[in-house]
């Protein structure tokens, strides 16, 4: 029947058909909560009461009260560990790029803890950073014992256990992206520097590192948004108490625990902002490089 | 010249070795942990094997008095709903996308594109309200739709393939006097399978670990997922831990079975799912 119509009827049918859920669903759920966002951020509403116009006076809440800027000196925690954990992921992936035994066993092992869910990787650290857990334990056996303290409950330290649960999550896939895209070199240009007489760090230092120069630019970028979202680790295992609570968990706190949307909305806006203006950033210099 | 070989032998597997140990033994003790008795647990250090290798009584604890056996009911239901409908909705925009220029194509790409900007965790406190209005709260089609209206991954990953699919294709179809619907069904879908394999993965990786959407949107018992009724043993379950251990490992065995039987598509999903 549909195959009656003109070519040029059923091409209109076909872009309204085909668009019209997916476009609808875009709209409803990507773009209408950011500008309802902007909205509250500038009223004063709690979810129920009628919205009052208070200008900026949640933007200067946010930058002036300790109580809400403190929680950015949290994500640098996150940040630094981005870095850490992009060097391990890259060291890894270099290694296992040349001629390795057991290549795909160490490969599946380093890669598997990033497929795992966030709650079951939550509580496996809550219980391995347990007084006289694994993790004192181990220390004890290599003795190093005298080490062994409150990881959680250390208000100087528990950022950086958090910080380290977050690299164990999510190096294999920065692991895993690095290792592709220095598999793709061809092999050719490796046995010519070595011809050449290159040796290992050579060969790192001229072919592979120029060559994945915009994956790791790529994924430094996703890595400094990504310590501004920290959330679900932190929030998992201590709900952001002993002041391990990062930005979004504030947000999320202020929002549905307080009930100060406007608030907590000023908040989301803050940071969307940062997250775009980093994106554009990287966008920007790298599209001017290429 | 040899023996410098050797160091860095012994370096290279010597740092593998530990990398290996840092990510299995977190996931090692809790696997012991599952199967000790209470006594046993409290008696025991965490680095010690249990006695009894077939004390299925926390697995069974965590399953049945836990609630996961209703977590993975509802995980499975999601999962399935939202993969075919990203499937279906992610393919259907790239067609059109791809194969149709109109005025304003260049503006819907461009409208998906800007969307992939918005980090999601942020825009919950507006999303909230409008789940809310909706009248989905404490639904599972919260989830549902969420998932459906907020992935623009898939929707790269299928326009990507797309320009592998030669056009000419259509057109020998179109001499036949196919419809575009049929192009589409007959020829596009069925060429779109690599790309739909990556999309259910990372799509399934996605969904299953997912936890803040289910906690902030399906907070009634029945409609816990995975997640989220893990994240329920911390209180009732806070003493004993070899329960909670339980909880994990369920958690963990699907992703554990999936990437072993998937290995390949995985790493593959991953890493052409990544480049946008």
Same mark, same amino acid.
Do not use: C, E, R, S
């Given at each position: 029947m549909f195959s009656k119509l003109s070519y040029r009827t059923q091409r209109i049918i076909i872009i309204v058909s085909f668009l019209i859920v997916p476009l609808t669903l875009l709209a409803i759920f990507s773009f209408l909560p950011v500008a309802n966002m902007f909205w509250y951020s500038v009223t004063d509403w709690n979810g129920y009461s009628e919205k009052e116009f208070v200008g900026l006076e949640n933007y200067i809440t946010v930058f002036t009260d300790p109580e809400y800027f403190r929680v950015f000196g949290v994500s640098l925690y996150y940040f630094f560990a981005t870095f850490v954990q992009m060097g391990i992921a890259l060291y890894f992936a270099t290694i296992l790029s040349f001629k390795v035994r057991f290549k795909n066993f160490f490969k599946g092992v380093i890669f598997f803890?990033? *497929?795992?869910n966030g709650v079951a990787i939550g509580f496996m650290f809550l219980f391995f950073f347990r007084p006289d857990g694994a993790l004192d334990t181990v220390l004890q056996m290599i003795? *190093?014992?005298?080490?062994?303290?409150?990881w959680l409950g250390n208000p100087d330290i528990i950022n950086v256990s958090l910080a380290g649960t977050s690299i164990w999550r999510y190096m294999g896939f920065n692991f895993i992206i690095f290792l592709g895209a220095i598999s793709s070199i061809s092999g050719e240009i490796y046995e010519a520097a070595e011809i050449d007489g290159a040796n290992r760090w050579q060969q790192f230092r001229y072919i592979i590192m120029p060559s994945i120069r915009i994956i790791i630019s790529l994924n430094l970028v996703l890595a400094i948004s990504g310590a501004l979202s920290a959330f679900e680790i932190p929030y998992i295992m201590t709900g952001g108490a002993n002041g391990s609570a990062t930005f979004v968990i504030q947000t999320v706190d202020t929002a549905f625990k307080y009930g100060k949307i406007g608030l907590a909305s000023a908040m989301a806006v803050i940071l969307l902002f940062i997250v775009i203006i980093v994106t554009v950033l990287q966008k920007r210099f790298f599209s001017e490089e290429d | 010249m040899k023996s410098k070989y050797a160091a860095g032998s012994i370096l290279k597997y010597g740092s593998l070795i530990l990398g290996v140990i840092a990510a299995i033994l977190p996931i090692l003790v809790v696997f012991f942990a599952s199967f000790k008795t209470g006594t046993e647990y409290t008696t025991t250090g965490p680095l010690t094997p249990p006695s009894d290798w077939t004390n299925f009584e926390n697995f069974k604890r965590a399953f049945v008095e836990g609630n996961m056996l209703n977590g993975f009911k509802n995980t499975v239901i999601i999962l399935v709903i939202s993969i075919i409908g990203t499937t279906l909705i992610g393919s259907m925009v790239a067609f059109v996308l791809n194969r149709f220029k109109f005025r304003g194509s260049k503006l819907i790409l461009g409208a998906f594109l800007l969307a992939?900007?918005?980090?999601g965790v942020t825009t919950q406190v507006a999303t909230f309200q409008i789940v809310n209005a909706l009248g989905l709260f404490n639904t599972m089609w919260a989830a549902i739709v969420l998932y459906l209206g907020t992935d623009i991954i898939a929707i790269y990953i299928f326009l990507q393939f797309m320009n592998s699919i030669s056009v000419s294709l259509d057109e020998s179809a179109m001499l036949d006097g196919a419809s575009y619907f049929t192009i589409y069904t007959k020829i596009i879908l069925p060429l779109l399978k690599p790309a739909i394999v990556t999309v259910i993965i990372v799509r399934g990786i996605f969904v299953y670990n997912d936890f803040y959407t289910p906690f902030l949107y399906m907070p009634k018992t029945e409609l816990h997922v995975i997640s989220t009724a893990l994240f329920k043993f911390q209180g009732p379950y806070g003493s004993e831990w070899e329960v909670i251990c339980a909880g994990i490992m369920l958690a963990i065995i699907p992703t554990f079975i999936a990437f072993i039987s998937l290995q390949k598509h995985i790493y593959n999903g991953l890493t052409s799912g990544s480049v946008k």
């Open positions: 803890p990033y *497929l795992l003795g *190093l014992g005298d080490f062994a303290m409150h | 992939t900007l918005i980090p």
